[in-house]
């Protein structure tokens, strides 16, 4: 990761727009096997529903971010890196940020993201558990992973 990149606190809602934009293009460059209704569902539901009820770390450099994670209770809800920088280890000095600082330990991780997968597997995390569904319930199967310690 560059030096001229930090890792911060969200400023909140005023800077969801931006997180939302993040999401759609790591989703767009990674969720290939999502259904375009159940993207669009997620979407309109992020900045609403969903990032008001976690704590958010953004990855920025000059002020804009490109990058964040969400957590809560030592679980990583979300991490998204801006697809137009991934491979530059943003989304690695992400997850070491909330390790340390949130005690996250573990991830929900959609098996048909294998790079995803892969990601977490060389930060650590092992297979513990599986879900047919997601969380709403939707057809995308969930891989439970924990922190090696």
Not at 19 to 39: E, G, M, N
Not at 121 to 144: A, H, K, T
Request: glycine share 8%.
């Amino acid at each position: 990761m560059r030096d001229d990149v930090s890792i911060r606190e969200t400023l909140g809602p005023a800077e969801y727009p931006r997180l939302v934009s993040i999401w759609r293009s790591a989703v767009d460059a990674t969720h290939d096997f999502l259904d375009d209704d159940h993207k669009a569902d997620i979407e309109r539901r992020l900045a609403a529903e969903y990032l008001p009820h976690l704590r958010v770390i953004v990855a920025e450099r000059d002020g804009c971010p490109f990058g964040f994670a969400a957590t809560a209770s030592g679980k990583l809800e979300m991490l998204f890196v801006d697809a137009e920088r991934r491979g530059e280890g943003i989304g690695t000095a992400l997850l070491g940020y909330v390790i340390k600082a949130h005690d996250v330990t573990v991830v929900d991780v959609n098996e048909q993201n294998p790079q995803a997968t892969g990601f977490y597997f060389r930060c650590g995390f092992e297979v513990v558990g599986r879900s047919e569904v997601d969380d709403e319930g939707r057809p995308y199967p969930l891989l439970r992973m924990v922190l090696a310690r």
